[in-house]
């Protein structure tokens, strides 16, 4: 493919990229429909079904977008002279603050969830490994060096962080309702995360009577 022939089609599959991406969101893959993907990105069907073959292969080039967006953060707070500690912080507000900031993502991940994960799970094992492996390293490298506790279940802290950052996102809806309040509006996000760092600091902390290594 030549050099001007791709930069002609590359806007195209940017605009389809993002109307599927509205779509699948909105609807889910079950209930989004190629046309109205098609109409939004300002295509034919034929066009669409020429770059990306086929709805479902659509659906996975969206999820792998975002799941390879989301999990890239985690690299981007390694380096520098930074503790593990202020360094599995900033992941977790990176995490937090581009679900904030991408509403879609979690309504994609919540849309999984009620599916069943029949398509993430053939894209997200690799993508995830490679994300968590940073999180995962930096957390090791503070109990080897004693800033954390020497007894933390790595997996299931990850799992724990994880849930606790984009739960608050699927679930905002009913959080507005239960709350009576925007859970999205800056200080309401602002209270969530730093409700989520300081349970973090509580639960790594080594205890004192053990000293660092306890």
Known sequence: MSAKTDSLEQPAKTRILKAAEEVF???????????????????????????FGDKEKLYLSVLENNFARAL???????????????????????????LAEHPRYARL???????????ARKILPPIWERGLSSLR??????????????DIDVDQLLITLHTLCIAYFTHKSMLAILWHGDPHSPE???RRL????????????????????A
Do not use: C
Not at 109 to 119: D, H, K, P, S, T
């Open 25 to 51: 969101a909105a609807k889910g893959f079950a209930g989004a429909r190629v046309d109205e993907i098609a109409t939004r990105a300002r295509i034919n069907k034929r066009m669409l079904y020429h770059y």
């Open 72 to 98: 890239k953060l985690t690299h981007q707070a390694l380096g520098g002279n930074s503790t593990p500690p202020e360094q599995a912080e900033q992941v977790i507000t990176r995490y937090f603050l581009f």
């Open 109 to 119: 991940v919540a849309w999984e969830m009620l599916e069943g994960g029949n398509y």
């Open 137 to 150: 390293s930096i957390l090791e490298r503070g109990m080897k060096e004693g800033y954390f506790r020497q």
């Open 188 to 190: 309401n996000l602002k």
């Open 194 to 213: 730093d409700h989520i760092l300081r349970l973090f600091r509580q639960y790594v902390t080594p205890h004192p009577e053990g000293g660092a290594n």
